[in-house]
């Protein structure tokens, strides 16, 4: 009588696994199709300040200010996760009236698995005010964060802030817009 219970039991058990892995190849395709609209490319910054310095009069600014305030950086985009990111754009920093990248990334080319982007960032602000004030002021004054927007495959887009003055594992947070 066992050994009937053990061949029905044994039975079931493989009935039972036969029809999640037919059950298993059905879903998995559709669950990855699913899954697809969600996969965001991870794009980390690393942020290096290069200089500072104040210039007399401001060509890229109207009204025109005595002088502008600059701030160099270079910084690095890796992206390192499974999946390409697309219409790379980088962000002007809350407060900065004109920034420039150099090299300049072309919006459609995308930046693909485990690559990465170098260029140099300058962020330019106008002071009114004497010369020591610009020098006392350009002391004081730091973008808090850089942004950087993307999109995945399927168009839906994402963002990366690097934020200064945070610890290395928190400097870069992630979103969706």
Known sequence: MSVFLFLIKGFYMVSVSALFGVVG????????????????????????????????????INPPAN?????????????????????????PPEGVAVFSVT??????????????????????KPFYGSAEEAEAALKNWSPRSFRIEYANLNGKSYYTEYHFG???ETQNQFGSK
């Open 67 to 91: 002088y502008t305030l600059y701030r160099d950086y270079t910084i690095t985009v890796r992206n390192n996760s499974e999946y390409t990111a697309y219409r790379l754009m980088v962000r």
């Open 103 to 124: 090299p300049t990334w072309e919006y459609h080319k995308p930046l693909l698995i485990h690559d990465e982007y170098i260029f140099d960032y300058q962020v330019r």
């Open 166 to 168: 945070k610890p290395m």
């Open 25 to 60: 190849k059905i879903v998995e395709p559709l669950l990855k199709l699913f899954m697809k609209r969600y996969q965001q490319p991870k794009l980390y910054m690393t942020v290096k300040f290069k200089e500072k310095f104040v210039r007399e009069g401001s060509k890229h």
